[in-house]
């Protein structure tokens, strides 16, 4: 198996699981092996990205939208489920992230981070956390108009101090 191929399927995947109505304060490492601390409340409403290795395709164009419209407003992160890699293969794992992404990408090697988030296999998954860390917003799909937009408003309340949680459309 090529690792190229496993960095790919890794990339944004995330476990199956009910989302919390509020994260745990976390620490993770990215692929350049930098500690990225998460301590709510946080002075920044976030944008955090998980999608499998298929939806992974739908998440720049997200990205791309919502940093144009916010710029450093917000902070935008990606979490990868990188649990089902056996911890002698962690360093050459980090080095095909590295050599893959310009951008840092937390990789959860233990699996507890991205098993707080609900999400939809195939498709990019986009959630808003509000300061305190409470999932305010997310949407599951390609970065429509109107998804964009969906999310952008989540974002907006959630700026200005509202604190309604709005669930994932089925």
């Not at 490492?29 to 739908?58: C, E, I, L």
């Not at 951008?103 to 939809?120: A, I, N, P, R, T």
């Not at 969906?150 to 200005?160: C, L, Y």
Request: aromatic letters at 8%; one cysteine or more; proline letters at 5%.
């Amino acid at each position: 198996m090529k690792l190229p191929f496993l960095a790919l399927v890794a990339l944004h995947s995330a476990a199956l699981a009910a989302p919390v109505e509020k994260l745990s304060d976390f620490e993770l490492t990215d692929q350049n092996a930098k500690t990225r601390s998460y301590r709510f409340p946080k002075t920044k409403v976030t944008v955090m990205t998980v999608a499998d290795h298929k939806g992974s395709d739908q998440l720049a164009p997200w990205i791309q939208r919502l940093h144009n419209r916010y710029e450093n407003r917000i902070d935008i992160d990606g979490v990868a489920n990188v649990s089902m890699i056996p911890k002698p293969f962690h360093n050459l794992f980090r080095e095909a992230f590295r050599r893959q992404l310009t951008y840092s990408v937390m990789l959860d090697w233990e699996g507890s981070l991205v098993k707080q988030f609900d999400h939809v296999k195939g498709v990019a998954n986009v959630y808003v956390i509000d300061r305190c860390g409470r999932i305010v917003k997310w949407m599951s799909g390609p970065a429509s108009d109107e998804a964009v937009q969906d999310v952008s408003e989540g974002i907006d309340r959630a700026i200005g101090g509202a604190t309604a949680v709005s669930k994932r459309p089925d």
